[in-house]
Nanobody, 115 residues
Framework: QVHLVESGGGLVQAGESLRLSCLAS????????MGWYRQAPGKQRELVAAITRGGSTNYADSVKGRFTISRDNAKNTVYLQMNTLKPEDTAVYYC?????????WGQGTQVTVSS
């Protein structure tokens, strides 16, 4: 069983920054891709950013240029640097590691951006 633990969420004002961390209980090198999703109240969970084992990244259009995903294989950690936060970024952010037949998910961390 793999455990993903997110941290770094909080309450910030619009325009400020946060860095989320996702610590895995196993080597993240074993995952082809890892990603960050978010879910706002009343909305579906959506992909925010993903990074492959080789370091290729992709982002939701709404966060391009503001968010950066990165990984530190030695620390088994994936990060999401979020800059210039907006109220519409308010959501629970989840770390995800897809595997054959399913996915591992973290418990989520709340990000709240006030205007």
């Amino acid at each position: 069983q793999v455990h993903l633990v997110e941290s770094g969420g909080g309450l910030v004002q619009a325009g400020e920054s946060l860095r989320l961390s996702c610590l895995a209980s196993t080597s993240i090198f074993s995952f082809d891709t890892m990603g960050w999703y978010r879910q706002a109240p009343g909305k579906q969970r959506e992909l925010v950013a993903a990074i492959t084992r080789g370091g290729s990244t992709n982002y939701a259009d709404s966060v391009k240029g503001r968010f950066t995903i990165s990984r530190d294989n030695a620390k088994n950690t994936v990060y999401l640097q979020m800059n210039t936060l907006k109220p519409e970024d308010t959501a629970v952010y989840y770390c995800n590691a897809p595997v054959r037949g399913g996915s591992y998910w973290g418990q989520g961390t709340q990000v709240t951006v006030s205007s």
